[in-house]
């Protein structure tokens, strides 16, 4: 009998794929980097020095998204260790600082969203102002913004 369908682990790739694009993930290139630097650790466990991959708070198999108040850096370990559970049940059993986490990953929370509709409505103002200008300032303008979020042509 031919397995067409390739390894289990491919396909679980593959349903894991389909599954953050339907979530309505939206996490930019610019929110992660913003993300990393307001860590600069892994988020659980405090390991510094090692490489850092994004995690869900709130796993995407239980309704979370790739959202700036939904990701937060973890080492290889721990992101493989808390898989899909959920956060706080999963830092008990490993004996980590719960309420330092939930505090810090709030004010973090809270200063990047603060720092990105500051920046928001920075680029609509500026954009405002460029309409009564030429259109070049104008598409300069939204090419900026682009390239703060992330976003390219």
Known sequence: MANTGGSRRA??????VKRVAASGSDLTDAEWFAILDAW????????????LQRDCVLPISRGGRYTLDNVVPAC??????????????????????????????????VDLTTA????????????????????PAVDALLVE?????GRHS
Not at 40 to 51: F, L, Q
């Open 40 to 51: 600069s650790v892994c988020a659980y466990c405090g390991a510094e020095g090692v490489a």
């Open 116 to 135: 990105a509709a500051e920046s928001r409505s920075q680029t609509a103002s500026a954009i405002l102002e460029a309409e009564a200008m030429d259109v």
């Open 145 to 149: 913004r682009d390239d703060l979020h």
């Open 76 to 109: 290889r370990s721990c992101n493989a260790s808390k898989s899909n559970d959920e956060v706080t049940s999963w830092m008990r059993r490993r004996r980590l600082d719960e309420p330092v986490f939930l505090l810090r990953w709030r004010e973090i929370v």
């Open 11 to 16: 396909r679980a790739q593959r349903r894991r």
